[in-house]
């Protein structure tokens, strides 16, 4: 699909004696989205903003060195070897060495004089370049202005880091005129160089608004910036899998700030020549965590954090480490690091507690090729909402858009439905851009991706069987239910949810696989195994398998049944 964008000039900072003005220019093709107010720390904003820019730049992925410049060198080489071979006789040899010195003197001499316009073609280069990038490949972070506070999201060039910095109204001495709403902003390398610029003595104005920063032309188009950007079909997607997978169960550890600087020094200063690269999380129950760096084993003791009161000891290996190195920049700013877990080969989310002003969450993929926005990594498979109506999937749409921000239990309460129901319509609404969840507050907030209003028609094709078994594998899942063939061998209640173990036939054959889990109230998965070939390759790092979700499928149907239909 294409992204449209349209803003009035471009973002940027005018920097004063006394005051400096920071403003964005959004969207003007969404709804009318504004913002006014004085920054109280612009250091912490600044460093925010900056970490931010750097994970909308960066790109993890694999680049093979470019050896074109080396190949001419050697071919070069080789030519000037040659022609001496070809060389007969004594005076005829010293006669190519004096042209060979005198040529590399003429060159040296024409480089000198050619110096400046080098120059100059080099920064048109770069600025054609820059702007390319940026209209080609970067994709303008999405805000969001809610009642409390303003919110920035952003993927990675290579889609495998997730980051959103909450800028609360108390990181404001004074907050003038908004208007809440989600549009994009225009976020240049300009404007990031211009906001390294901002220091605690100036007072700093923070404003966006569709006019944005502006110069004045004679011609009014002129001041225009259009973007027309081709993303991917799945773009979406990488917003339900980070918030499906930010509603999971996770493992909750606190990092104290001189131990995350000791990850972080250590990995910039040491390379891995060979594999395992993993960073490893060891939890012992009675013992405080500690984190192992591979292949060296180096062992870094969290001392400063709580001791871990989990039932059993707990390893957890997370793969492409190197961008955990986004979050370093906030440490001088940041009083603490809370790490959640989802398990081996998972997305780890890392939220920096920048004080009661502000959050930033990183939410890291589990390594950087199995990025979010793949096809691959179905981390909304380990969620289960319950069914509901599309006229109660409208009626909490309209309630979050009216109260922007809320827990499933207020929902449930301002809409009258149940709090299962409440949380599987906000499940439903995260998975079509509408609402997001916000790992730090712990509650629901209204996020419209999409221009286009969400309509009765859109959530009664959300909410359709076709849409809830649109995965194959989901699709095998009800398909082996429908045929009878899952078995439920022991359920088992635990503080929280059940453990659930079970044979499961597959289809086409006579093979019988034995899946089990631990799943929650809600019906979230917290762990699950299977013995099916599938789990022995991938474990969970891309969903689980059709047999456990076939179980799943039996406990919740077995669930609803003894409770009513009243459970999540």
Not at 141 to 168: G, M
Not at 182 to 203: G, H, K
Not at 270 to 293: D, F, H, I, M, N
Not at 413 to 440: E, H, I, K, N
Request: hydrophobic share 40%; charged share 25%; net charge positive.
């Amino acid at each position: 699909m294409i992204l449209q964008t349209r803003y009035a000039g471009t973002s940027g900072v005018i920097n004063g004696m006394a005051v400096a003005h920071l403003a964005f220019a959004t969207n003007m093709l969404r709804e009318p989205t504004l913002f006014e107010g004085t920054l109280a720390q612009p250091l912490l904003m600044r460093e925010a903003m900056g970490a931010l820019h750097g994970v909308v730049v960066s790109d993890h992925r694999y680049h093979p060195r470019d050896r074109l410049a080396f190949f001419a060198w050697l071919a070069e080489q080789d030519r000037a070897f040659l022609a001496g071979l070809a060389a007969k006789g004594q005076k005829a040899r010293q006669r190519a060495e004096a042209i060979n010195v005198r040529l590399a003197e003429l060159d040296e001499a024409r480089e000198h004089r050619l110096r400046p316009f080098h120059a100059a073609r080099r920064r048109y280069f770069d600025y054609a370049y820059e702007l390319e990038y940026e209209l080609q490949y970067l994709l303008d972070p999405v805000i969001t202005v809610h009642p409390d506070e303003i919110s920035f999201e952003a993927f990675s060039r290579d889609q495998s880091t997730y980051a959103r910095l909450a800028a609360r109204h108390e990181l404001f001495a004074k907050v003038g005129h908004f208007e809440c709403g989600t549009t994009n902003i225009d976020f240049s390398a300009r404007l990031a160089t211009e906001m390294q610029r901002m220091r605690s003595y100036r007072d700093t104005r923070f404003t966006f608004d569709p006019g944005g920063f502006t110069v004045a032309h004679a011609d009014v188009s002129a001041a225009h910036k259009e973007k027309k950007i081709e993303l991917p079909e799945s773009w979406v997607m990488g917003f339900l899998q980070v918030h499906s997978t930010m509603t999971l169960e996770l493992t909750r550890l606190r990092i104290a700030l001189v131990d995350m600087y000791n990850v972080c020094r250590f990995l910039r200063r040491r390379k891995a020549r060979k594999s395992p690269r993993a960073l490893r999380y060891e939890l012992t129950p009675g013992q405080v965590p500690r984190v192992v760096l591979e292949p060296w084993e180096h062992v870094i003791e969290l001392a400063s954090s709580p001791v871990y009161d989990g039932p059993a000891f707990k390893s957890v290996r997370t793969w492409g480490r190197d961008r955990l190195q986004a979050i370093a920049r906030l440490l001088p700013v940041c009083r603490g690091v809370d790490v959640y877990l989802a398990g081996f080969g998972l997305p780890t989310i890392y939220v920096a507690d920048l004080g009661p002003a502000a959050s930033f969450t990183l939410a890291l993929s589990g390594w950087t090729d199995n990025d979010w926005t793949g096809t691959t990594a179905r981390f909304d498979l380990l969620t289960r909402p319950l069914t509901i109506s599309a006229d109660e999937l409208m009626r909490a749409y309209h309630a979050m858009r009216d109260v922007r921000v809320s827990t499933d239990a207020g929902l449930a309460q301002r809409t009258g439905l149940t709090v299962p129901q409440a949380r599987s319509a906000l499940s439903y609404l995260c998975q079509v851009g509408r609402a997001m969840y916000d790992l730090a507050g712990r509650t629901y907030r209204h996020r419209d991706l999409f221009a286009e209003p969400f309509t009765p028609g859109q959530a009664a094709a959300v909410v359709s069987p076709a849409a809830e078994e649109s995965d194959p594998r989901a699709n095998i899942a009800r398909e082996i239910v429908d045929s009878d063939n899952i078995r439920i061998i022991a359920r088992r209640p635990v503080p929280g949810g059940y453990k659930v173990s079970g044979s499961a036939k597959s289809m086409g054959d006579n093979t019988r696989h034995r899946p089990l889990f631990h799943i929650s109230a809600a019906g979230h998965l917290i762990e699950a195994e299977c013995s099916c070939a599938f789990y022995k390759k991938y474990k969970l790092t891309q969903g689980p398998c059709e047999h456990v979700l076939a179980l799943r499928l039996a406990h919740m149907t077995r669930l609803d049944s003894e409770k009513g239909g009243t459970t999540g």
